[in-house]
Structure formats: C-alpha cells, structure tokens
C-alpha cells in the first residue's frame, strides 16, 4: 500500500536562513508548516584568530587546508581580504593541499578558482572526512571550523599524526526574536505537531534552551515519543540522540528537498509507529 504525503499533519521546521523554503516543500507535500528560526550567525572578529591565522598561512606553516562550510570558507576570504590583497588568500591555496566537506565549501572554493584536491563524501560527516584523508602525507593542517569546535574531528586528525590548528571564523547564536521558537516550544510540549524537521545539530541545542528557559523542557521530551522525529543526517542525528530524542527518519541524502519528500512518503506509516 502506497502511503500519501502529509495529509494536512503539522509539521515543525527550524531552519533559519532557508525557512521559507523548507515551508514551501511541506506545504507541496500536504503538511502545514510552522516555521521557527532556532539560530543565526554570527562572525567572529578578525582578532579572534582569523588575522594570526593568515599571518601563519602566508609564512607557508601548514600543508592542508580542510573547509567544512561554504559560509564559513567565504568569512574567512572576506576577513583575511581587510588586511590583505583579495587574491592573497585564493593563491596560497591553490598550493596547497585542499579538503573540501562536500558539496558547499566546493561551490565557494569554486568561485575563487581554487581546485579541490579531496572532496569529502556524502554524508560529509566528520567520519568520512577521516576516511578521505587517512592516506594523505600531510601533517600541517588548518581547519576552518563553524559553530563550536568537533573535538572527534580534532581527535581523528591528530591520531593520524597530525598537527591541527583550528580557525573558528563564526558561531552560532539565537535569533533576533525568539518569539517563534519559545511558541514552537510551548506548542511541542502540548503535543500540537505531528512531525518536526532538524536540518543541523545546532538546532537542537537551541530548542532545548529555551524549553528550559519556558519551562517545558520535560513535556518537550515527552513530546518527541508521539512526534516523527526528521532528521538531515548523521552529525544532526547524534545531536538528537545526545538529548535523548530517537531519530525516526533521515534521508537517503542529506538535502532538505530529500528530507521533505520521503518523511512524507512515509508519514501515515511513521505516525502510527508512535502512536
């Protein structure tokens, strides 16, 4: 028996940034979107560590350079460009070994011409980039790191003997107004949706902030045993289960339109597993 979309369920997003996307898919799939931005960016000065990082790269101090993000990669262009001529950063890439975290740090190293020398696989975890790069004989390596650090990541890079110099150039914050995620909070402890979309860890972490802020965290909890649980990949999932929250679906890749799709192939069934 063929399972329809989403047949009217309420249906949970976080994204910020791609929100009214997101909601527009669900809508394509017959849900009813609540859209609760969970996160914004926030770039870090140049002095906490961007400026001493170029300094060391242009005195020719690392052999690899690993980009997990496109923001991130385009930040750190654009921060290392006040001190120094535009190009400077582009050039000494490309001699250079350069790891590139799937398909978005591609797409920015792209556009400043520099040729990827290890793309990394989906699902572009920390994992596979280990893997990627385990044969390399690179020793000297600088990491562009996004949000807060990966210590696995870190971990993995110096058991494979390497020396590794992370280059945080942004985090991660809550919104502006957070209104809509304190009434998504509220609104999950009351059991109001039907499925909930998490398209990065950092989400998760918010969410549980401020249920614990509005006092609901434990009706939170509760909540996810009776909601479909949608997740975008192994570093979100993990997150999730960090907290306790089983992941019920993530998709065959991890691309929201992918995500929306086959939870809502699968939505009725999933559903009446929680129930």
């Given at each position: 028996m063929r399972a329809v979309p989403f047949d009217?369920?309420?249906?949970?997003?976080?994204?910020?940034?791609?929100?009214?996307e997101l909601a527009e898919l669900i809508r394509r799939q017959g849900g009813v979107p609540f859209v609760a931005p969970s996160m914004r960016e926030t770039p870090l000065s140049g002095e906490d560590g961007a400026w001493t990082f170029a300094e060391r790269l242009f005195g020719g101090s690392f052999d690899m350079m690993i980009l997990l993000t496109g923001v991130g990669t385009r930040l750190l262009a654009k921060k290392i460009a006040e001190r120094h001529p535009p190009e400077a950063f582009p050039d000494v890439l490309r001699g250079m070994t350069v790891v590139a975290r799937g398909p978005k740090?591609?797409?920015?190293?792209r556009e400043m011409q520099v040729p990827v020398t290890v793309t990394v696989p989906a699902p572009n975890t920390w994992r596979e980039l280990l893997e990627a790069?385990?044969?390399?004989?690179?020793?000297?390596?600088?990491?562009?790191?996004?949000?807060?650090?990966?210590?696995?990541?870190?971990?993995?890079?110096?058991?494979?003997?390497?020396?590794?110099?992370?280059?945080?150039?942004y985090g991660w914050d809550l919104p502006e107004d957070t209104a809509p995620l304190r009434e998504a909070a509220r609104r999950l402890a009351a059991g109001e949706f039907d499925v909930a979309f998490f398209t990065t860890s950092v989400q998760v972490v918010h969410l549980f902030r401020i249920a614990a802020?509005?006092?609901?965290?434990?009706?939170?909890?509760?909540?996810?045993?009776?909601?479909?649980?949608?997740?975008?990949?192994?570093?979100?999932?993990?997150?999730?289960?960090?907290?306790?929250?089983?992941?019920?679906?993530?998709?065959?890749?991890?691309?929201?339109?992918?995500?929306?799709?086959?939870?809502?192939?699968?939505?009725?069934?999933?559903?009446?597993?929680?129930?």
């Amino acid at each position: 028996m063929r399972a329809v979309p989403f047949d009217g369920m309420n249906v949970l997003s976080f994204e910020s940034r791609r929100g009214a996307e997101l909601a527009e898919l669900i809508r394509r799939q017959g849900g009813v979107p609540f859209v609760a931005p969970s996160m914004r960016e926030t770039p870090l000065s140049g002095e906490d560590g961007a400026w001493t990082f170029a300094e060391r790269l242009f005195g020719g101090s690392f052999d690899m350079m690993i980009l997990l993000t496109g923001v991130g990669t385009r930040l750190l262009a654009k921060k290392i460009a006040e001190r120094h001529p535009p190009e400077a950063f582009p050039d000494v890439l490309r001699g250079m070994t350069v790891v590139a975290r799937g398909p978005k740090p591609v797409a920015a190293l792209r556009e400043m011409q520099v040729p990827v020398t290890v793309t990394v696989p989906a699902p572009n975890t920390w994992r596979e980039l280990l893997e990627a790069v385990a044969a390399r004989p690179e020793r000297r390596v600088a990491l562009q790191e996004y949000g807060v650090s990966n210590v696995e990541l870190i971990a993995g890079l110096t058991i494979q003997g390497r020396e590794v110099t992370p280059v945080r150039i942004y985090g991660w914050d809550l919104p502006e107004d957070t209104a809509p995620l304190r009434e998504a909070a509220r609104r999950l402890a009351a059991g109001e949706f039907d499925v909930a979309f998490f398209t990065t860890s950092v989400q998760v972490v918010h969410l549980f902030r401020i249920a614990a802020e509005e006092g609901v965290e434990s009706g939170v909890r509760d909540a996810f045993r009776r909601t479909i649980v949608a997740s975008i990949g192994p570093t979100t999932s993990e997150m999730l289960d960090e907290y306790g929250i089983a992941t019920d679906i993530a998709p065959s890749q991890p691309r929201m339109g992918f995500l929306v799709k086959e939870t809502a192939d699968r939505a009725v069934i999933l559903k009446e597993k929680k129930q």
